[in-house]
């Protein structure tokens, strides 16, 4: 069983900067590809980032590649996403995720391969 709690979340002007961060409770953290959602109002909720175990390999959506930088510390038992050059099309409610996926260097991309969910944190970007 693993617990995540996100945090980071605010509001932010349009090429601005936030730091999201998501902490897991529970063992076997460094066993568990990580990765991060988001859903906007009336919007499915939409893949964003993912990490492998290891952290060697990393995975975006096309729309933050070059923005965003997901990373995660295993000694922590912590998973970030920073986001940089906001946008307002940024806003939603961001979730950290946690599934035992495929191997140690596996990136995880589905929802549906996803095993524990986070409550989500508001991002908010004004133009």
């Known amino acids: 069983q693993v617990q995540l709690v996100e945090s980071g979340g605010g509001l932010a002007q349009a090429g601005g900067s936030l730091r999201l961060s998501c902490a897991a409770s529970?063992?076997?953290?460094?066993?568990?590809?990580m990765g991060w959602f988001r859903q906007a109002p009336g919007k499915d909720r939409e893949y964003v980032a993912a990490?492998?175990?290891?952290?060697?390999?990393?995975s975006y959506v096309d729309s933050v590649k070059g923005r965003f930088i997901i990373s995660r510390d295993n000694a922590k038992h912590t998973v970030s996403l920073q986001m940089n050059s906001l946008k307002p099309d940024d806003t939603a409610v961001y979730f950290c995720?946690?599934?035992?996926?495929?191997?140690?260097?596996?990136?995880?991309?589905?929802?549906?391969?996803?095993?524990?969910w986070g409550q989500g944190t508001q991002v908010t970007v004004y133009s």
């Open positions: 995720a946690a599934g035992v996926g495929g191997g140690p260097t596996m990136v995880v991309v589905t929802p549906h391969s996803y095993d524990y």
């Open positions: 529970g063992r076997s953290f460094s066993a568990y590809a």
């Open positions: 990490i492998s175990w290891n952290g060697s390999n990393t």
